[in-house]
Nanobody, 127 residues
């Protein structure tokens, strides 16, 4: 089992910043691939950012490029999403996701590719 605990969500004005954290734990956790997704009311869950824990590869959604930064703390098994220049359209529940091992056909961008999820943290950006 893997536990992913998100924190850092809240209400912020447009143009503001937030930093989300995702602390990973559990006997099945391995440092393979981590990602952030978000889901707005009535919308499908969408990709935000992800990385391969052991390598330099980092991916961002077009909506996140230049404003969001994904990072990690190896010692704490924690992943961060620094969000700046926030817009009202960034309002959503943000989820941390983990892929713990190789999977044929894996895609960083597809929620079904990940095998563990956090409970989500609400981000609300007011105009």
């Amino acid at each position: 089992q893997v536990q992913l605990l998100e924190s850092g969500g809240g209400v912020v004005q447009a143009g503001g910043s937030l930093r989300l954290s995702c602390a990973a734990s559990g006997p099945s956790f391995s440092k393979y691939i981590m990602g952030w997704f978000r889901q707005a009311p009535g919308m499908e869950r969408e990709f935000v950012a992800s990385f391969s824990w052991s390598g330099p590869r980092i991916m961002y959604a077009d909506s996140a490029k230049g404003r969001f930064t994904i990072s990690k703390d190896d010692e704490k098994n924690t992943v961060y999403l620094q969000m700046s220049s926030l817009k009202p359209e960034d309002t959503a529940i943000y989820y941390c996701a983990s892929r713990t091992s190789y999977k044929s056909g894996f895609s960083y961008y597809i929620p079904a590719s990940y095998d563990y999820w956090g409970q989500g943290t609400q981000v609300t950006v007011s105009s």
